[in-house]
């Protein structure tokens, strides 16, 4: 009985870090090359990592109203992620605009998910580990939204630089 566990077991495991190093490898890529830049590119992590983050302390604390305060890491994050968010870079690829996050928050965001999914691979059931998992998740949640919230302002205002300098220039001519 224990053998059809394990050869039940292992293939799901296997397709679970299958996907996760799909993960892995896709983000890797995207922060060293850079992506396509649109407002909701930008958003669209952080808006999912705060949705799971609320509700990962909704379930795992359901009526234990002190733990909520775990959500209070995702403005400390927030702090965090704006003071790195100037690392993140805007370029050109055929006349199309790109941008590649910060090195630092992508540091902080990849040790995290493997943190993550380490602790919940080893310790699924642990009180202590799920409040370790939810805090990371609030903390990494703030900070991805305190980056994309400053590279939407820095876009901003490169694009108003940029149409101030081509209605100087076209004065001038």
């Given amino acids: ?37 649109s407002n909701v ?20 604390f359901a009526g234990r109203f002190f733990y909520y305060s775990i959500l209070l ?3 400390a994050g927030y702090v965090f992620g704006s003071r790195f ?8 690829r055929s006349d199309v605009l790109y941008y590649r996050r910060s090195p630092v928050i992508f540091i902080i965001w990849l040790s995290s998910f493997l ?3 380490f602790l919940q691979f080893v310790l699924p059931n642990s009180f202590v580990i ?7 998740l609030s903390f990494t949640a703030g900070l991805l939204l305190g980056e994309s919230i400053n590279l939407i302002v820095k876009k901003r205002q490169m694009t ?4 101030i300098n081509a209605d100087v220039q076209q004065k001038n001519y």
Avoid: K
Wanted: charged fraction near 15%.
């Fill in 115 to 117: 943190a993550r999914i």
């Fill in 85 to 92: 968010a100037g690392q993140a870079q805007f370029f050109y």
């Fill in 73 to 75: 890491l995702i403005p």
């Fill in 160 to 163: 108003e630089s940029r149409d």
């Fill in 1 to 37: 009985m224990e053998s059809t566990l394990r050869s039940v077991f292992i293939p799901g495991l296997a397709v679970i870090l299958f996907i996760i190093a799909l993960i892995l490898i896709r983000t890797t890529i995207r922060a060293f090359h850079g992506r396509r830049y």
């Fill in 130 to 136: 799920n409040i370790i998992i939810d805090s990371v």
């Fill in 41 to 60: 590119r930008v958003v669209r992590l952080p808006a999912v990592y705060i949705i799971l983050s609320v509700f990962a302390v909704l379930i795992n």
